[in-house]
């Protein structure tokens, strides 16, 4: 089974993530990018599972 390292990352500062961003998961204001997605500090872990998800499912899918 492969496995895929993901980083978290976190914005250099605040500047970096925009004032109109919202967390993809609960809609409050972002705090962090989570991979190219907006999310608040106490959905990053979420935010990462359902991506990790969906990689699965279109794997899946293509039978890879």
């Not at 492969?2 to 967390?23: E, L, M, T």
Request: charged share 35%.
């Amino acid at each position: 089974m492969k496995s895929k390292a993901v980083k978290i990352k976190q914005p250099a500062s605040d500047a970096d993530v925009k004032s109109s961003s919202v967390c993809i998961i609960c809609g409050r204001p972002a705090t962090r990018v989570v991979d190219g997605d907006a999310s608040c500090e106490e959905h990053a872990e979420l935010v990462y599972e359902d991506q990790l998800e969906k990689y699965t499912q279109q794997h899946s899918r293509d039978r890879d």
